[in-house]
């Protein structure tokens, strides 16, 4: 089977500073990694191919940088990995952006199943997944901590729900995106690092896609930002120091009556 | 270059680096002393504009014409609430959107309507008019008893092709993220995920949708101007429950869908309930923590006593998670969940920006931890600084005494 793992790269969050200051988000020298939900994505690819066989491709929507996230990708074990940039995408929501890496996907043709992580964090929407899915008119199964079983034709996998989990059967091809619950990522190997460091890496414009202009960056998409501002830092509070038989009564007094309106 | 959505202008630009220290996205780099906006990261906010004090960035103007764009945006008309049931009880998203939609609607002059999918559950949408809903659009089958992506999405699509809601909100839990995702690309409609905040703008009308970016370190205020409907996600228990009147009136539209349009690919096999769940922490209005200052799986059970005598769901740091002490169902923050209940406490948690980016919007946070300089205490609301077995069990007491259980 071919299996195709969408990943995006971000900007590493244990990096992320607040200015003091001036209460804005510090962004020089934060360094990027795979999105963490797609390292899941990527292990599960590879182990599906492991028993499957066939192979992985992994296919990123970024700045030529993203490069990096493919080659980390290969070094994993995926075979290949196809970049897709062009600054007609620009200002891409999750419309334009599901449109765009669906179109790629077509232009893949052979794909079986595709591996999404459920959300990037740095727009938390896990609107991608699903929207790819769309566009391609595929079934999908959205928050999969397992895989049960897999052939050529068919997946079921269990679907972590708020209060418990589904187990669903989907037809082949089709789109999943994973929760963290589903595996461990593997590092990568020696071979593997050099694997990625020859691999020649597939470069996609908006050309080579067959998609429509004006679905594609800023026009194709619906949703514009219009306001991005910093909130209110959350100042420490009260601190309770002293004998436990002291403080805790302390903290029951100032937590009681919210306690109680949250109750009703 | 002159098609590009945005444009630093090479003759005015001094290589004054404020409007890279402006962009939330890291999207602007310095080429030979000037400014240089890599056009594959930037996301078009338009924050570094205002910034630069000569003017040098220029954005195209956001009235270009559009694909997809409609024409005539006043026949999108009411605003729409999914509203979300499971094993035939509406769920309590449903009464906050049902609060939230109520007042759009009133400012728009529009009708508020609630969308409900199942299967035997007409006399369920008396509750939904007495929370607020003028209309209800009941589309009854037995393919629609619990939630299936693909028919649920088709209905929905055909529902607003035929009705042309001017705002579909929906919860973002896991079901609504799945469902409208599909929606919004078979409609072109905008969606925005996971908003904290909805407003009518006085002047366009547009619904302006706010939302946590980065793990909250930042917001974003996202419209969609041309399309329609406006979609949004809309995050659990920031919105108010909209109150039960019994008095108020509403009507009900029972809807015929053709047989094609509740067909699935995908087929539930078997639903298995989560045997550890006293209650789902993205619903709880209180929630009780662990990590790994609890050091023992056994000793969770003095933040489940604690949980228990407060009514609260029990959540954890992804550390106690990946010891194996709880399932991952309960893990808070980045890989986890995103909660935001009135009170959440903390007991033997660091504070890790992964586990903030889950919880940090919650009203009161108390955090139980002995090392006085742990992270957590920066943002709690209150900090008892100490042993977490000795506190937490004496809480754990106090609270029985004080709320008389
Ligand atoms: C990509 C990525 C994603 C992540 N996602 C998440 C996520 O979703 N959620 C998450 O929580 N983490 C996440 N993390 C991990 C995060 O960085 C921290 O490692 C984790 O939150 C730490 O958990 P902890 O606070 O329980 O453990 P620790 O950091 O070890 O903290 C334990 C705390 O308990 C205190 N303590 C110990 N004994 C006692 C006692 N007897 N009484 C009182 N206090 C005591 C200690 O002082 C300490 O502050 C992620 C990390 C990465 C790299
Ligand atoms: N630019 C992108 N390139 C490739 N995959 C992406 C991109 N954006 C999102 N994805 C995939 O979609 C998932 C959900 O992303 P999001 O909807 O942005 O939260 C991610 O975990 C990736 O698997």
Redesign the interface.
Known sequence: MHIVVCIKQV?D??D?K?DPKTN??I??G?VSIIN??DMYAIEESIRLKEKLGGKVTAITM???QAENALREAISMGVDAGILV???A???S???AT??TLAMALKKIGDYGVIMCGKQA???????????I???LDL?????V?KIEEISADHV?GE?????????????VP?VLTV???INEPRLPSLKGKLAAKKAQITHWKADDLKA?K??L???????????????PA?Q??????GE??E???Q??????D??????S | MENDPIVVMKDKCVGCRLCIKSCPFGAIAMQEKLAVIELTRCTLCGACVPVCKFKAIEMRKKDAPVAGAVADLSAYRDVWIFAEQKDGRIQSITYELLGEGRKLADQLGMSLCAVLLGSGMSDKTAELVQRGADRVYVVDAPELAYFQDEPYAAVLIDLIRRHKPAIMLCGATTIGRSLVSRVAVNVRAGLTADCTGLAIDPETKNLMQTRPAFGGNIMATIITPKHRPQMATVRHKVMKEALVDASRKGETLIEKVAAEVLKSRAQRVKFVPEAETTMNIAEANIIVSGGRGLQAPENFSIVRELAEVLGAGVGSSRAAVDAGWIPYSHQVGQTGKTVCPKIYIACGISGQIQHLAGMSSSDIIVAINKDPDAPIFRVATYGLIGDLFKLVPLLTREFKKALKK
């Open positions: 900007p969050t244990a992320v607040i804005t988000l962004r020089e934060v963490p939900f970024g700045p030529p940039s062009d600054r995408f620009a200002g929501d999750t419309w599901s449109y964090s740095d727009g938390d929407t896990a609107q991608v997944g699903p929207g899915a769309a566009h079934p999908q199964i959205t928050y901590r079921v679907r972590l729900l708020e209060e418990g989990t589904e187990v669903i059967r989907a037809p089709c929760v963290k619950e429509e004006g679905n960056g800023l026009d194709g998409s619906p949703t514009k930002v219009v306001k991005i501002f910093t909130p959350r420490g509070g009260q601190i309770f120091k436990p038989e403080i805790v009564p903290l029951v007094e100032k937590l009681k919210a306690v109680i309106a949250a109750a």
